[in-house]
T-cell receptor, first 111, second 118 residues
Framework: GESVGLHLPTLSVQEGDNSIINCAYSNSASDYFIWYKQESGKGPQFIIDIRSNMDKRQGQRVTVLLNKTVKHLSLQIAATQPGDSAVYFCAEKFGNNDMRFGAGTRLTVKP | DTEVTQTPKHLVMGMTNKKSLKCEQHMGHRAMYWYKQKAKKPPELMFVYSYEKLSINESVPSRFSPECPNSSLLNLHLHALQPEDSALYLC?????????????????FGPGTRLTVT
């Protein structure tokens, strides 16, 4: 079946470096994508979203890129900080009735 | 107030018990959600309420019974659970997107209830 997945289950970066977290999706009908950050013991926290009619969206220190040709979504975090250490999930919505989360990537920031 | 609160934080229950999880938000959101999250796994959607009506039930067993008594509150009633139901149960809320017949706007999640079924 169609699903959301991630290329890398873990990512370790040096503080101050840029991080890139990737996500592959296979449902071409998905029209809305979201990145969430989940810290230990907490619920997921919205980071940034993008609609399927866009290919790039920027927030504060974060950028989401959407490549519909290859069904790929990425989250770029600039100047990664220790507080960015968490599990990052992409999620896709298709139609009004379904939202699926990807498997998650654990980001570890080394001081 | 951009907080979603959930009670209790932790719950241990036997397989014959009846318990309820509670969720509350005061952001004026008209969509509320229950998710189940097993350890090291992504959240899995269980139920969606839109304008206090159940709009999505992701084939969840009947031992889980959701209730939305008003626009601020969401409950999940538990009865005759199995040990494999042990998980983190997350509540979320969002605006209902304009022009949308469904939900799934930017969701705000609560901290979850850690449920253990013995």
């Amino acid at each position: 079946g169609e699903s959301v997945g991630l290329h890398l289950p873990t990512l370790s970066v040096q503080e101050g470096d840029n991080s890139i977290i990737n996500c592959a999706y296979s449902n071409s009908a998905s029209d809305y994508f979201i990145w969430y950050k989940q810290e230990s013991g907490k619920g997921p926290q919205f980071i940034i979203d993008i609609r399927s009619n866009m290919d790039k969206r920027q927030g504060q220190r974060v950028t989401v890129l959407l490549n519909k040709t290859v069904k790929h979504l990425s989250l770029q975090i600039a100047a990664t900080q220790p507080g960015d250490s968490a599990v990052y999930f992409c999620a896709e919505k298709f139609g009004n009735n379904d939202m699926r989360f990807g498997a998650g990537t654990r980001l570890t920031v080394k001081p | 107030d951009t907080e979603v609160t959930q009670t209790p934080k932790h719950l241990v229950m036997g397989m014959t018990n009846k318990k309820s999880l509670k969720c509350e938000q005061h952001m004026g959101h008209r969509a509320m959600y229950w998710y189940k999250q097993k350890a090291k796994k992504p959240p899995e959607l269980m139920f969606v309420y839109s304008y206090e009506k159940l709009s999505i039930n992701e084939s969840v067993p009947s031992r889980f019974s959701p209730e939305c008594p008003n626009s601020s509150l969401l409950n999940l009633h538990l009865h005759a659970l199995q040990p494999e139901d042990s998980a983190l149960y997350l509540c979320a809320s969002s605006q209902v997107p304009t022009g949308s017949g469904g939900a799934f706007g930017e969701q705000y999640f609560g901290p979850g209830t850690r449920l253990t079924v013995t």
